[in-house]
């Protein structure tokens, strides 16, 4: 007999929603009894209440420039990612070359690079989606790679005694075990695009969740500041489940063996 979904979630959810309903509760009271400066950090209360008097802004004009940088550059991360990875997989002369790029690109600090990207693309979308393609490619270039690397040999044995060309071989045997790991890079690529979305608008946007919270931090509006921030953890964690969501739509077998 199966479990009901709601009773599902309890158990699967409920120590996570009991634990987050004793913090905001100890939250709110330790601002209420002036513990913390409320223009240090707001009352949950306090910052609902911003999300509201702001609701027509931060879900207007500012959620959707952020998930159209979001959405725009885990495309362009989702697409090129892939390429580098199975053309570093295929060729090896390619991997070689390529993949220590790949790892110097992480060492650069964001903050060092998003003035460039100001510089060559202006202040346009598309010096945040530089951003957010640079934040976010890595995960996926590794993840996909690494999992292209864990063929089963004998298949790939089997299948070269009946003749399979190198091509066959790697759709039949290579992708669809690289499939769980490729869907690994994609969950922490899509929360690392919000990151790199953000970082893009707070060092040169004129619009988005991430400009909106600096120009409320300048202003001291601590309470509207920390509603676009919980926003943007919000569009993070719906991201995320979207990723979850479309992983056991296509992998339902590998799911279930977990």
């Known amino acids: 007999m199966h479990k009901r979904p709601i009773s599902k979630l309890t158990e699967q959810y409920g120590l996570f929603l009991l634990l987050l309903l004793v913090l905001l509760g100890a939250w709110e009271c330790c601002v209420r009894l002036g513990l913390v400066p409320f223009f240090i950090l707001p009352a949950p209360t306090s910052i609902a209440r911003a999300l509201g008097e702001h609701a027509g802004l931060l879900f207007g004009q500012h959620l959707f420039a952020t998930l159209s940088e979001v959405a725009l550059g885990f495309l362009l991360s989702v697409a090129v990612g892939t390429l580098l990875a199975v053309g570093m997989h295929m060729y090896r002369t390619l991997n070689k070359a390529l993949y220590p790029f790949i790892v110097i690109s992480q060492t650069i600090p964001l903050i060092a690079l998003s003035p460039i990207f100001?510089?060559?693309f202006g202040y346009t979308i598309w010096s945040k989606i530089a951003v957010v393609f640079l934040t976010a490619f890595f995960?996926?270039?590794?993840?996909t790679y690494d999992g292209l690397g864990k063929g089963d040999a004998g298949y790939r044995d089997l299948l070269l005694t009946m003749g399979a060309s190198r091509w066959a071989i790697f759709r039949k045997v290579?992708?669809?075990?690289?499939?769980?790991?490729?869907?690994?890079?994609?969950?922490?690529?899509?929360?690392y695009c919000v990151v790199g979305a953000t970082i893009g608008e707070w060092l040169g946007g004129s619009?988005?969740?991430?400009y909106f919270s600096r120009r409320m931090s300048s202003s001291l509006h601590t309470d509207a500041m920390f509603?676009?921030?919980f926003l943007l953890s919000a569009l993070g964690m719906v991201l995320f489940l979207l990723i979850v969501l479309l992983e056991k739509k296509m992998l339902p077998k590998q799911r279930r063996l977990r």
């Open 174 to 191: 290579h992708v669809p075990l690289a499939l769980p790991a490729f869907f690994s890079g994609l969950k922490l690529s899509i929360v």
């Open 139 to 143: 995960p996926i270039v590794v993840s």
């Open 227 to 229: 509603a676009s921030v």
């Open 118 to 120: 100001i510089m060559w």
């Open 207 to 210: 619009k988005g969740l991430g």
